[in-house]
C-alpha cells in the first residue's frame, strides 16, 4: 500500500510521544515538518543545523528505532535543513549532500549495532583505526573560563606531548553538560592534527563494555586486548558506568596497565572524582590518581555569554545582546540547556515567522527550567541604596571623596558582587569605569566595617533583604 511521507512521519511521532517525556517532544519534535518518501528515505525539514546536531546527539536511538519500524529494516531518515546556503556551507564537511538533506546515519555518528568492531580484522593497520571522534569538538570552540581553566590546559598540554606528561591519565570530572565530552574529543583532534602518524580512539564506558561482552561470546579476548594495546590515546567517557562490573573492570585493568607502561595517553571522564566512584574496584582508583583529576564547574555569566557568542558565530545565527544575556542568567548549570535554548529559539522563530526578542525567550526558556530567574540589575541596586542614603545616584558613579557617598558607592559595589553575576570589571565600569581592584579593596572595606560596627551591618541586612523582596514582588 502507497503512503505518502505526512503519513509515515505521523505515525513515527505516535510512537515517540510514548519514548521521550512531553517537554521534549514539543521542543525537538512539533516544530519537523516531513518533506518526501522516496526509496524507503523519509526526508524531515528542521530549522537549522544546530538542531539537526540536538537531534542526532540525543534522539539517534529513538529515531533509528522509530523509521526502521515504520520502514521496514532499509528504512532510512534524511534531513533538510530550513536555513538553506549558511547551512549547507557550515556542514558541507560533515558528509551532508550538498542538496541540503543529511542521512541520518552520517560517518561521525556511532552507532553500535552496525559498526563492525576494528579489532576483529585481522592485520588491521593503527592508521586505519577509526577514531570515534567529533570533529566539531575542538580547542577552538572550547571557551576557557574560571570553571575550566586547569583541565582545558592540562588536555592542550597532553595533545601536544601523549603520554610526556605527568598528566597520565587525566581525569576529568564535573556535572552532566558543563564540556567534558567536548574536551575528550578536543583532545583527540588536536592529537590527529598534531600527530596524524598516532592512533587515538574515543569509546563511551559503555561501549568499551559492549565489545567486550562481544568479544566474550565469539571467544576472542586476546584480539580484544591486542587491539587497545595499539592505541597510543585512549579516551575513555563516562567511565562510572564500569560500575559492578567485574570482568570488565579486570579487562579495563589489564589494558590500563599495558597502556601506561608503554607510555601511552589515557584520558578519563566522569560526572564525579575517583574517590567517590562507588562499584570499581580500589586497585582500578588508585591508578586514576596518578595523573591529574581536574574539575570543570559551572560557568559564569561571562562565561556563558562567551560560548554562547561562538555557537551564534559557528550557525551564522543573530541575536540581540539583550536576549543573549537573559538566556544565560537563567540557564546556568548546564551547557547543554543552553544550546538547547538557542536551537529551541531558532526552531520557533524561523516556523513561527517572530523575531528573536525577550517575550520569545522567556517562552522558550520555560521548558527549560522551572523558574525563571528575575535578574538584579547593577542599576537597580544603586538606585536602592542611594535612595537609602539619600544621595543622587550619579554621585555613586562620580569621583567625588565625600565620606557619605564613598560609603554608599562601597557598600553599591559589594551589594552588586555578593547578589549579581557580574564581574569585578563589569561592576568597576558601571561605577564611573573605575577598576576591578577597586571593587575587591570595597567589599574588604564594607566587609571589615560589619564586623565593627553592628548598626552599619544591619544597613547591610535590611538592604539585602529589600533587593530580594523587590524581586518577589515583580
Not at 38 to 60: C, D, G, K, M, R
Not at 249 to 263: K, R, T, W
Request: hydrophobic share 40%; charged share 25%.
Amino acid at each position: 500500500m502507497m503512503r505518502d511521507h505526512a503519513t509515515v512521519w505521523e505515525n513515527c511521532l505516535q510512537m515517540i510521544r510514548n519514548r521521550v517525556n512531553l517537554q521534549s517532544y514539543k521542543t525537538w519534535f512539533e516544530p519537523i515538518r516531513p518533506v518526501r518518501l522516496e526509496n524507503n528515505a523519509l526526508t524531515i525539514q528542521v530549522p537549522s543545523i544546530i538542531f539537526y546536531e540536538w537531534l542526532e546527539e540525543h534522539f539517534v536511538d529513538v529515531l533509528k528505532t522509530t523509521i526502521r519500524k515504520e520502514l521496514g529494516e532499509k528504512g532510512k531518515l534524511e534531513y533538510q535543513i530550513l536555513n538553506g546556503s549558511a547551512a549547507r556551507e557550515a556542514i558541507r564537511a560533515r558528509g551532508i549532500h550538498s542538496n541540503g538533506t543529511a542521512e541520518m546515519y552520517a560517518p561521525d555518528v556511532i552507532d553500535t549495532k552496525t559498526i563492525q568492531n576494528p579489532f576483529v580484522i585481522p592485520g588491521i593497520r593503527k592508521n586505519r583505526i577509526n577514531p570515534q571522534l567529533n570533529p566539531n569538538h575542538t580547542f577552538d570552540n572550547y571557551i576557557e573560563g574560571d570553571c575550566n581553566k586547569l583541565a582545558r590546559s592540562a588536555g592542550f598540554a597532553i595533545a601536544k606531548k601523549p603520554g610526556g606528561t605527568p598528566f597520565n591519565p587525566l581525569f576529568i570530572y564535573g556535572d552532566t553538560g558543563l564540556g567534558k565530552t567536548h574536551l575528550a574529543h578536543a583532545i583527540g583532534n588536536e592529537v590527529l592534527k598534531l600527530f596524524p602518524d598516532k592512533s587515538c580512539l574515543y569509546v563511551t564506558a559503555d561501549h568499551f563494555t559492549n565489545q567486550f561482552i562481544q568479544t566474550l561470546k565469539n571467544n576472542a579476548v586476546n584480539d580484544f586486548i591486542n587491539f587497545y594495546q595499539q592505541i597510543d590515546v585512549l579516551i575513555v567517557d563516562d567511565i562510572q558506568f564500569l560500575s559492578n562490573k567485574q570482568k570488565t573492570q579486570d579487562i579495563f585493568f589489564q589494558i590500563f596497565n599495558q597502556l601506561h607502561q608503554g607510555g601511552k595517553q589515557i584520558v578519563l571522564t566522569s560526572d564525579r572524582p575517583p574517590k567517590d566512584l562507588n562499584g570499581i574496584e580500589e586497585r582500578l582508583i588508585s591508578r586514576f590518581k596518578w595523573g591529574l583529576s581536574a574539575d570543570l564547574q559551572s560557568p559564569d555569566l561571562e562565561t556563558r555569554m562567551a560560548i554562547m557568542e561562538v555557537k551564534m558565530s559557528r550557525e551564522n545565527i543573530d541575536i540581540p545582546p539583550n536576549v543573549v544575556e537573559y538566556i544565560c542568567f537563567n540557564i546556568q548549570n548546564n551547557i547543554r540547556e543552553l544550546e538547547g535554548v538557542l536551537v529551541a529559539l531558532v526552531a520557533q522563530s524561523s516556523l513561527n515567522d517572530r523575531k528573536i526578542d525577550i517575550d520569545l525567550a522567556k517562552e522558550v526558556i520555560k521548558n527549560f527550567v522551572t523558574q525563571i530567574n528575575k535578574e538584579i540589575t547593577l542599576g537597580f541596586i544603586q538606585r536602592l541604596v542611594a535612595e537609602h542614603f539619600n544621595v543622587p545616584v550619579e554621585k555613586l558613579q562620580a569621583k567625588t571623596r565625600k565620606r557619605s557617598i564613598v560609603i554608599a558607592r562601597q557598600l553599591s559595589m559589594y551589594l552588586a558582587k555578593n547578589l549579581t553575576d557580574k564581574s569585578l570589571k563589569a561592576i568597576g565600569e558601571m561605577f564611573g569605569g573605575r577598576d576591578h581592584s577597586t571593587v575587591i579593596y570595597s567589599c574588604k572595606t564594607v566587609q571589615d566595617l560589619m564586623e565593627t560596627d553592628a548598626v552599619f551591618k544591619d544597613t547591610v541586612a535590611e538592604l539585602e533583604k529589600k533587593i530580594k523582596m523587590s524581586l518577589n514582588e515583580k
